[in-house]
C-alpha cells in the first residue's frame, strides 16, 4: 500500500459494493481480480474458484481513515500496511509471510498443497520489487518440483521424504541402448559396484547438502523473523514510550491550562459576588426608603380617609335619621289610613246588619200582622172568640 493512501475504486466479489471499499482484501497472486471488502471477507465469503485457490494469501490493503482507525498512526511497512496473514490449513491466524512460511514448512509439510503456498511465500518472502503471479508460482512449483524434506521423528533422529516430480505428460522416454550380450568377469562387476557405491555416495553427500541448506533457510528464516519480531517490538515500545510522554505532556499542559482557567474563573466569580454584593446591599437601602416612604404616605391616606369617614358619617347620620323620621311618618299614616279603612269597613258592617235585623223585626211584625188579621177575621165568622192566643 502507497504511503500516499490513494483513493482507488474497486467492485467486492462477494456483495458487489463498488467504489471506495475502505479495507479491502486482495489475492497475493490473482491481483485485482480477486477482491472482497472487510466485511465480506470476515463473513468468509472468500470462495476459492478454478483460478483462485484457497490457499492463496489476501492481503490487506486500507485507506487514509481506515489505517489510522486499525494502526493509530504506525509506520508503514515497504510502502504498506503490516500484513497479517491466516494459515489456510490449520486456520490459525496473526503470522507474517515470513512465520507463515516457516509455520507450513514445520507443521504442514506433507500437506497435498503445502508446496505450492510454499512457492508463493518464497517469492513474497523476496526482496521489494518481487512480484507474485501465478505464471512466477508454475515456474517455481515446477523449478522445486524434486525436493528434500527432513522431519525430525525422534530425539538424535531424522527421516527424509524424496518427492519426484509427476511425469510429464507426452513426453517421449528415450529408449535404452541395446547392448550385444557378452560374458561379465567378477573385475567388472565389482567396478560397477564401486562405482555405484561412490554415485550413491556422492548423492547422499549432495541430498545432505541439500538438506544443510534447507536447514540453514529455516534457521535464517527464524533469524529473520526474530529480528523482525524484536526489531517490531523495539520500534513499538519506542513509540509507545513517545506517544507515553507526548500524552503525559499534553495531560500536564491541560492540567496547568484548567487550573489557570479555573483560577480566573474564580476571580471573576468573585467579582461577581461582591458586585452582586453591593447591589443587594444599595438594592435594600433604596427598597428600605421606599418602604417608609410608602409608609408614611399610607398613614397620610388613613388620616385623610378617616377624616373623610368621620364628615361622612355626620352627613349620613343626619340623613339617615331624617329618612328614618319620614319612614316613620309614613308608617304611622299608613297605619292611621289602614286602621280608619277597618273602622269604616267595620261601621258599614255594623250598619248592614243593624238593617238586617230590622229588616227581620220588621217581616216578623208583618207575620204577627198577618196573624192578627187572620185570628179577628175568624172570629167574626164564628162569632165565637178564639181560643189560641195572640202571639203579641
Same mark, same amino acid.
Given at each position: 500500500?502507497?504511503?500516499?493512501?490513494?483513493?482507488?475504486? *474497486?467492485?467486492?466479489?462477494?456483495?458487489?459494493?463498488?467504489?471506495?471499499?475502505?479495507?479491502?482484501? /486482495?489475492?497475493?497472486?490473482?491481483?485485482?481480480?480477486?477482491?472482497?471488502?472487510?466485511?465480506?471477507?470476515?463473513?468468509?465469503?472468500?470462495?476459492?474458484?478454478?483460478?483462485?485457490?484457497?490457499?492463496?494469501?489476501?492481503?490487506?490493503?486500507?485507506?487514509?481513515?481506515?489505517f489510522?482507525?486499525?494502526?493509530?498512526?504506525?509506520?508503514?511497512?515497504?510502502?504498506?500496511?503490516?500484513?497479517?496473514?491466516?494459515?489456510? =490449513?490449520?486456520?490459525?491466524?496473526? =503470522?507474517?509471510?515470513?512465520?507463515?512460511?516457516?509455520?507450513?514448512?514445520?507443521?504442514?509439510?506433507?500437506?497435498?498443497?503445502?508446496?505450492?503456498?510454499?512457492?508463493?511465500?518464497?517469492?513474497?518472502?523476496?526482496? %521489494?520489487?518481487?512480484?507474485?503471479?501465478?505464471?512466477? %508460482?508454475?515456474?517455481?512449483?515446477?523449478?522445486?518440483?524434486?525436493?528434500?524434506?527432513?522431519?525430525?521423528?525422534?530425539?538424535?533422529?531424522?527421516?527424509?521424504e %524424496?518427492?519426484?516430480?509427476?511425469?510429464?505428460?507426452?513426453?517421449?522416454?528415450?529408449?535404452?541402448?541395446v547392448?550385444?550380450? $557378452?560374458?561379465?568377469?567378477?573385475?567388472?562387476?565389482?567396478?560397477?559396484?564401486?562405482?555405484?557405491?561412490?554415485? *550413491?555416495? #556422492?548423492?547422499?553427500?549432495?541430498?545432505?547438502?541439500?538438506?544443510?541448506?534447507?536447514?540453514?533457510?529455516?534457521?535464517e528464516?527464524?533469524?529473520?523473523?526474530?529480528?523482525?519480531?524484536?526489531?517490531?517490538?523495539?520500534q513499538?515500545?519506542?513509540?509507545? /514510550?513517545?506517544?507515553?510522554?507526548?500524552? %503525559?505532556?499534553?495531560?500536564?499542559?491541560?492540567?496547568?491550562?484548567?487550573?489557570?482557567?479555573?483560577?480566573?474563573? #474564580?476571580?471573576e466569580?468573585?467579582?461577581?459576588?461582591?458586585?452582586?454584593?453591593?447591589?443587594?446591599?444599595?438594592?435594600?437601602?433604596?427598597?428600605?426608603?421606599k418602604?417608609?416612604?410608602?409608609?408614611?404616605?399610607?398613614?397620610?391616606?388613613?388620616?385623610?380617609?378617616?377624616?373623610?369617614?368621620?364628615?361622612?358619617?355626620?352627613?349620613?347620620?343626619?340623613?339617615?335619621?331624617?329618612?328614618?323620621?319620614?319612614?316613620?311618618?309614613?308608617?304611622?299614616?299608613? $297605619?292611621?289610613?289602614?286602621?280608619?279603612?277597618?273602622? =269604616?269597613?267595620?261601621?258599614?258592617? @255594623?250598619?248592614?246588619?243593624?238593617?238586617?235585623?230590622?229588616? $227581620?223585626?220588621?217581616?216578623? /211584625? @208583618?207575620?204577627?200582622?198577618?196573624?192578627r188579621?187572620?185570628?179577628?177575621?175568624?172570629?167574626?165568622?164564628?162569632?165565637?172568640?178564639?181560643?189560641?192566643?195572640?202571639?203579641?
Amino acid at each position: 500500500m502507497a504511503s500516499s493512501f490513494p483513493t482507488v475504486h *474497486r467492485k467486492c466479489l462477494g456483495c458487489t459494493a463498488q467504489g471506495d471499499l475502505g479495507r479491502r482484501y /486482495e489475492c497475493s497472486v490473482c491481483g485485482s481480480e480477486v477482491i472482497y471488502c472487510g466485511n465480506c471477507f470476515d463473513e468468509g465469503r472468500n470462495r476459492p474458484t478454478h483460478k483462485h485457490k484457497y490457499y492463496h494469501p489476501m492481503k490487506a490493503i486500507y485507506n487514509r481513515a481506515f489505517f489510522e482507525l486499525f494502526f493509530s498512526g504506525e509506520e508503514l511497512v515497504n510502502g504498506e500496511a503490516p500484513q497479517s496473514y491466516k494459515c489456510p =490449513f490449520c486456520d490459525e491466524m496473526g =503470522f507474517t509471510s515470513e512465520e507463515l512460511q516457516v509455520h507450513v514448512e514445520e507443521k504442514h509439510g506433507g500437506h497435498a498443497d503445502a508446496a505450492a503456498l510454499l512457492a508463493i511465500l518464497e517469492i513474497m518472502n523476496r526482496p %521489494v520489487g518481487s512480484v507474485v503471479t501465478a505464471s512466477s %508460482v508454475a515456474e517455481e512449483e515446477k523449478a522445486k518440483s524434486t525436493e528434500i524434506r527432513c522431519q525430525e521423528k525422534s530425539r538424535g533422529g531424522l527421516s527424509y521424504e %524424496v518427492i519426484l516430480a509427476e511425469p510429464a505428460p507426452n513426453v517421449a522416454v528415450p529408449k535404452r541402448p541395446v547392448t550385444p550380450g $557378452k560374458n561379465v568377469s567378477v573385475e567388472e562387476i565389482e567396478q560397477k559396484l564401486k562405482a555405484a557405491e561412490e554415485r *550413491r555416495i #556422492s548423492l547422499e553427500a549432495k541430498k545432505m547438502a541439500d538438506i544443510s541448506n534447507k536447514l540453514a533457510k529455516v534457521e535464517e528464516a527464524t533469524r529473520k523473523k526474530d529480528e523482525i519480531t524484536n526489531e517490531f517490538i523495539t520500534q513499538t515500545k519506542e513509540q509507545l /514510550e513517545s506517544k507515553m510522554e507526548l500524552h %503525559v505532556e499534553k495531560r500536564e499542559a491541560i492540567i496547568s491550562d484548567l487550573k489557570e482557567k479555573l483560577k480566573i474563573h #474564580s476571580q471573576e466569580i468573585e467579582k461577581t459576588r461582591e458586585t452582586l454584593e453591593q447591589q443587594k446591599a444599595n438594592e435594600q437601602k433604596a427598597i428600605e426608603e421606599k418602604l417608609k416612604i410608602a409608609q408614611s404616605l399610607r398613614d397620610e391616606n388613613i388620616k385623610k380617609m378617616l377624616d373623610r369617614l368621620k364628615e361622612h358619617n355626620t352627613i349620613k347620620i343626619a340623613e339617615i335619621k331624617s329618612q328614618n323620621d319620614q319612614l316613620e311618618c309614613q308608617k304611622l299614616e299608613e $297605619k292611621a289610613r289602614i286602621y280608619e279603612n277597618k273602622l =269604616f269597613a267595620a261601621e258599614q258592617k @255594623r250598619e248592614k246588619e243593624l238593617q238586617k235585623k230590622i229588616e $227581620k223585626v220588621q217581616m216578623l /211584625e @208583618r207575620r204577627a200582622e198577618l196573624v192578627r188579621q187572620n185570628k179577628a177575621q175568624s172570629q167574626d165568622i164564628d162569632g165565637q172568640p178564639n181560643a189560641i192566643a195572640s202571639s203579641g
